[in-house]
């Protein structure tokens, strides 16, 4: 199977610092990348998307950057407010429907 | 409403017993995946239907696992003789169509407990 991991599963940020969360993706040929938020007993919930022939995508205060040559997504979310602790997941996508999602990263942020 | 609705929310079973799991995708989202989520870990492929056919079958774990889809809305996942290792959070995701650049919108899962 397809490897998609997170280099760190919990991270504490204080409220309005700048939050980043890290994933790692084994498969060269993946070429859709999204990342989710998860909140306690709901499911997970889009984010932001980025492109193989994208290297970076900006929403509304979250950045996504993709670094092909080492297989590497970020997702950086900017003024991090105490809403945004959640877990977050990073998946991707070769064949376009199906997706391989990593473990998570847990984001608390401290008020 | 708007999103993928799941039910039921949570349910409860003897182990031996069959349960299904219900998904009722956003209106006009032709693709439909099933996930399962176990604690603490990340979702596991376990289906995907386009329309009511499921070009992908591939991450269904064993053949007490099936899941069909109806008028290319509702899909049903059933799980036979369940076994306490089903215990997981089981769920449903919807996208307009079944290729690549198409986020998938979830719904928020069927908690699934096997005494």
């Known amino acids: 199977g397809e490897s998609v991991g997170l280099h760190l599963p919990t991270l504490s940020v204080q409220e309005g610092d700048n939050s980043i969360i890290n994933c790692a993706y084994s498969?060269?040929?993946?070429?859709?990348f999204i990342w989710y938020k998860q909140e306690s007993g709901k499911g997970p919930q889009f984010i932001i998307d980025i492109r193989s022939n994208m290297d970076k995508r900006q929403g509304q205060r979250v950045t996504v950057l993709l670094n092909k040559t080492v297989k590497h997504l970020s997702l950086q979310i900017a003024a991090t407010q105490p809403g945004d602790s959640a877990v977050y997941f990073c998946a991707e996508t070769y064949t376009g429907n199906q997706f391989y999602f990593g473990t998570g990263t847990s984001l608390t942020v401290i008020p | 409403g708007a999103g993928v609705s799941q039910s039921p929310s949570n349910k409860v079973t003897e182990k031996g017993k069959d349960v299904e799991l219900r998904c009722d995708p956003i209106s006009g989202h032709t693709a439909l995946y099933w996930y399962r989520q176990s604690l603490g870990q990340g979702l596991e492929f376990l289906i995907y239907f386009q329309g009511n056919s499921a070009p992908d079958k591939s991450g269904l774990p064993s053949d007490r696992f099936s899941a069909e889809r109806t008028g290319g809305s509702v899909s049903t996942l059933t799980i036979q003789r369940t076994q306490q290792e089903d215990s997981a959070v089981y769920l449903c995701?919807?996208?307009?169509?079944?290729?690549?650049?198409?986020?998938?919108?979830f719904g928020d899962g069927t908690r699934l407990s096997i005494l």
């Open positions: 995701a919807s996208s307009l169509f079944g290729a690549a650049n198409q986020p998938q919108h």
């Open positions: 498969n060269s040929a993946s070429d859709y």
